[in-house]
């Protein structure tokens, strides 16, 4: 027989949100070692496998089917996710969504193909995923945490989409959204209307550092988050960081800008990569996750500002990159 927890409350919907963004801003600002993943309720059976250390996931569980958004960095987290799942429904796994191309959120796809599941990506994606996934495999620290790298297997969506996707799931609608390139070229968002909720990709992330070594353009970005808005949702549940709130989603926003004024001011007044970081060290952004790549992220800014490319774009596989 298949289980489904009955859907929460709206006092304790919120009330398991409000937890979530307590216990990421504390570990954060205290600089304490990372809790253990957790497997929370956001939404009347949607659920955010929120995970410090490493990426999050999103989970719909309904009685026809499940739906997975992200499936972590190797098959063991993978495995690791499922149980979580298991713990609450023996239903199949209908659909994954692969809502970026970083490892860290698509090298657990074998797992989950293994289900059965049918696997959805942004066409950009999987260009991308094609291009860098021995380098992804060979870089990710898969030894420090004790995994065994030649288990991860390139495992491709099933189904490519371009601007907009809709799925019905035990009466449920998902929608499947790409605004442009933020991040990432294949950035997308998935919307889940019942439980007002966004799961954003790459394009946002909640008090932390996101790689900018792979966007087109910052003023893309930016105007990618601010058209975010336009979604009508009182959750935001990012890759990176705990649950979020429109206002985390706007400082955010402020962030992205600041960095990329710095480092614009410091193209346009000739002063040297090296002056630029050490004049660029933004003190008020130091307890969010991942300060310790702030030199390589305003590094890849500087490339992008003056070369014309990202650091990791791919001549000729997709649209030309967007000029600064």
Not at 114 to 133: K, M, N, P, S, Y
Not at 135 to 151: C, H, I, L, S
Not at 166 to 171: A, E, K, M, S
Not at 226 to 244: E, F, N, Q, S, W
Request: with cysteine; charged share 20%; glycine share 8%.
């Amino acid at each position: 027989m298949r289980r489904i927890d009955s859907p929460p409350g709206p006092c304790r919907a919120k009330l398991a949100v409000l937890l979530l963004l307590m216990i990421g801003i504390v570990f954060q600002a205290a600089g304490q070692e990372a809790p253990a993943p957790q497997f929370l309720r956001v939404g009347p059976n949607l659920y955010f496998n929120y995970d410090f250390a490493g990426s999050n996931s999103a989970v719909l569980i309904t009685d026809e089917g499940i739906l997975v958004v992200d499936t972590r960095m190797h098959p063991d987290d993978a495995e690791l996710l499922l149980a979580e799942i298991r713990e609450r429904s023996d239903a199949p796994i209908r659909w994954v969504i692969n809502s970026q191309f970083h490892g860290d959120h698509y090298m657990g796809n074998s797992v989950f193909a293994r289900e059965g599941a049918t696997i959805i990506a942004h066409r950009d994606t999987q260009t991308v995923i094609l291009e860098r996934f021995d380098y992804e495999v060979a870089t990710r620290p898969f030894d420090q945490r004790g995994q065994d790298r030649t288990k991860v297997e390139l495992v491709l969506p099933d189904i490519l989409f371009d601007s907009h996707m809709t799925l019905d799931l035990g009466g449920y609608t998902v929608e499947l959204i790409y605004l442009g390139a933020g991040q990432n070229e294949g950035d997308t968002l998935i919307h889940f209307p019942h439980a007002r909720a966004l799961h954003t990709g790459g394009v946002f992330h909640n008090r932390s550092w996101a790689n900018t070594s792979y966007t087109p353009s910052v003023a893309e970005w930016i105007r990618v988050l601010r058209a975010m808005k336009a979604i009508d949702v009182d959750t935001y549940l990012p890759p990176h960081g705990p649950v979020a709130t429109e206002q985390d989603l706007d400082d955010f926003t402020e962030f992205i800008g600041l960095l990329h004024a710095g480092v614009r001011e410091a193209v346009d007044g000739g002063v040297s990569l090296e002056a630029m970081l050490r004049e660029n060290t933004f003190p008020q952004y130091s307890n969010w996750r991942g300060y310790e790549r702030r030199e390589r992220n305003l590094t890849a800014l500087h490339e992008l500002l003056t070369v014309g490319e990202a650091q990791y774009f791919v001549p000729g596989s997709r649209a030309a990159p967007i000029s600064e």
